[in-house]
Every structure is written in C-alpha cells, then in structure tokens.
C-alpha cells in the first residue's frame, strides 16, 4: 500500500542516568534529504542515524532532533591544569604578602579560575552511546512509519473514489460516441439537400465523407487506453514500495488521452465530460505529489 511523504515520530531511551529524545518529521520532496540535529558530544553518529533512515524511507524531506541529558559519567573526562592552579596560588599567595591580606583560597576556588578545570568529550563510549541511542531512533522511525502508512491509506481512499468518478465518465463518453457517425450521416445529408435543393444524394460521396469523418471523430483508442490506465493506477496504489513517480507518469498519460477525446469529439455533452475529468485528474496530480 502506498506511503504519504508527511509524518512524524517521537522515541525516548532512558538508562543508568542518560536519556535519549528523538523527533522525525518529514514532508514532501522530490528527492529523499535528511537533516540531523544533534548535541555536540553525540555529533559522530549522525551518518549512523541517516544509514537507519535511509532504509526505511526513499522520498521526502526529513528533519531529525536528538535530545541528549547525561548524568552520568560515561562519555566524560574531568581534567585539572595542575601547573596552571599552581600560577593562580603563586601569584595569590605573592598579592597576599605584598598586600599583608590573608590568603583564604581553597581548593576549590582555584579550580573555578578560567582553565584551570575542564570537562572534555570523549570517544571511548561511542559504540555504547550508539545502541543506546538507536533504542530511542528505532522507536521514533517505527511511530514515524506508523503514521506515513496511515496516512497513505486515507490517500489511497481518496484517489480510487477519484478514479471511480473517472471511470464514470469513460463509460458514458464511451456510450455517447457510439452514435456520433449515424447523428452525422443524418445532418449531413440534410445539409447536402438543404444546400443543393434536392432529395437526391450522392451515396459514394457521402460514404467517403462519413470515412472520414469516422476516423476524424472516434476515440475508442483513447477509452480503451484510459480504461487501461485506470487499472494500472488503482494496481500501483495497491503495490508495496515507493509509488509516487510511477502514479505521476500515469496521471500524465490519462491527461494525454483525455485532450485527445476533447479535441475529437464532436458532441458538447462529450466536452462538458472531458471538461470534468481534466479537473478530476487535476486533483489526482496535486493529491499524488504527497505520495513516496
């Protein structure tokens, strides 16, 4: 069954202190482009993400958020400049003698001093941060599918009523084309009466005319090939795997057959229903854009 190109999915990964959000939204494309926001410390995994994605999804525009909160000691270095601590105390230690102060500086206040203590990122953990994370990302990308399939059915829905009312229309442009050579051969040979003022007519002529008239006007070539696109289109929606390209292409090929019965037939009620089937399949294109 066919996917919609718009959806959204959330997952939460909570262990030992560290707790992972991840949000995907998408919406449509014509390509598949993905965007990965992440905190600093979890930045090497973002080909990772895209490679999970990228699986599952073959169109849309995707925008992935990673929440990240640490409260543990995983993933962390603490480090003290134990030189630079030692400057600061020398130099307050030498104020103190010149100024005749106490000197009261704690340990701790020295390591409050600018550069003196820091808390660096490291890679150690990477692979552990990775299969915590993905707890969380396949959940999101599971909701995230979830949705786009939900999606995708109502679209389907929505398409075969349209194709439905399609089909309608073909089968009774189809009925009314059936008579359109005998309606001509009638005014024609009252017009040739009317204007040549006698009740008697050339029947070789007219036969030639009607000939031509006949393949001028038929299109029961376009019927047949629309009643054949309608059932590839209502097939393909039914088909598993990306499908929006290929209903495009269809679309396109109805639309085609469609301007061709217009410019042929020669009867309004025909051109008022070929009028009504180009805004159907108007519809169509437009609905189909939201399709994988």
Not at 40 to 49: A, V, Y
Not at 159 to 172: F, N, P
Not at 274 to 285: F, N, S, W
Request: hydrophobic share 35%; proline share 1%; net charge negative.
């Amino acid at each position: 069954m066919i996917k919609s190109m718009t959806g959204f999915g959330r997952g939460r990964y909570e262990v030992d202190g560290r707790s992972y959000l991840v949000e995907i939204k998408s919406v449509n494309h014509k390509y598949s482009e993905i965007s990965v926001r992440l905190p600093r410390n979890l930045s090497f995994l973002e080909d990772n993400i895209k490679k999970t994605i990228l699986n599952s999804i073959n169109r849309g525009k995707i925008d992935v958020q990673v929440s990240f909160v640490n409260n543990s000691s995983k993933g962390i270095n603490i480090k003290i400049n134990q030189e630079l601590a030692m400057q600061y105390l020398d130099e307050i230690n030498e104020l103190a003698e010149k100024t005749g102060l106490k000197s009261s500086a704690s340990v701790m206040e020295i390591t409050r001093l600018p550069e003196v203590l820091t808390v660096e990122n490291t890679s150690d953990d990477e692979d552990l941060f990775w299969n915590e994370l993905k707890n969380a990302l396949d959940e999101a990308l599971r909701n995230f599918m979830e949705m786009r399939k939900n999606e995708g059915a109502h679209i389907a829905g929505d398409l075969k009523e349209r194709i439905g009312l399609i089909s309608e229309r073909v089968d009774k442009i189809s009925e009314l084309s059936t008579g359109l050579v005998e309606e001509y051969i009638v005014k024609l040979e009252e017009r040739i009466k009317e204007l040549l003022k006698t009740d008697v007519v050339d029947q070789s002529r007219l036969a030639q005319e009607v000939v031509i008239y006949s393949d001028k006007c038929s299109v029961q070539e376009e019927i047949t090939r629309l009643k054949s696109h309608t059932t590839q289109f209502l097939n393909t929606i039914e088909k598993d795997g990306p499908a929006g390209k290929n209903l495009d292409f269809i679309v396109q090929e109805m639309n085609r057959e469609t301007n061709t019965i217009g410019s042929k037939a020669n009867k309004l009620e025909i051109t008022n229903l070929v009028i009504e089937m180009k805004t159907i399949i108007e519809d169509i294109r437009e609905q189909i854009q939201n399709i994988e």
